[in-house]
């Protein structure tokens, strides 16, 4: 059974980087796509950002120029590059693979 099993959370002042890293277990990793969701307390849960598996990427729009996403096959690892953060990005971060598989979640903090 296939797991995902994520690191790379903490508290970061605003305007600091982050890297999130999904580790998955399993050799479908590398024909799947992958990707992190957030959901902030009494919020939805909203899609981040996703990447194909032949490395295409989408953003949602607060994100973009701030968050890349990237994929490591061989290390069947998929990452999320946080940069320019802000409060507004704190939340609990989930990794997620097609079509429903999920993490267990990581918590990211944006305070001074």
């Known amino acids: 059974q296939v797991q995902l099993v994520e690191s790379g959370g903490g508290l970061v002042q605003p305007g600091g980087s982050l890297r999130l890293s999904c580790a998955a277990s399993?050799?479908?990793?590398?024909?799947?796509?992958v990707g992190w969701y957030r959901q902030a307390p009494g919020k939805q849960r909203e899609l981040v950002a996703t990447i194909l598996h032949d490395g295409n990427t989408n953003y949602v729009d607060s994100v973009k120029g701030r968050f890349t996403i990237s994929r490591d096959n061989a290390k069947n690892t998929v990452y999320l590059q946080m940069n320019g953060l802000k409060p507004e990005d704190t939340a609990a971060y989930y990794c997620?693979?097609?079509?429903?598989?999920w993490g267990q979640g990581i918590q990211v903090t944006v305070s001074s």
């Open positions: 997620w693979m097609w079509p429903n598989l």
């Open positions: 399993g050799s479908i990793f590398r024909l799947s796509t």
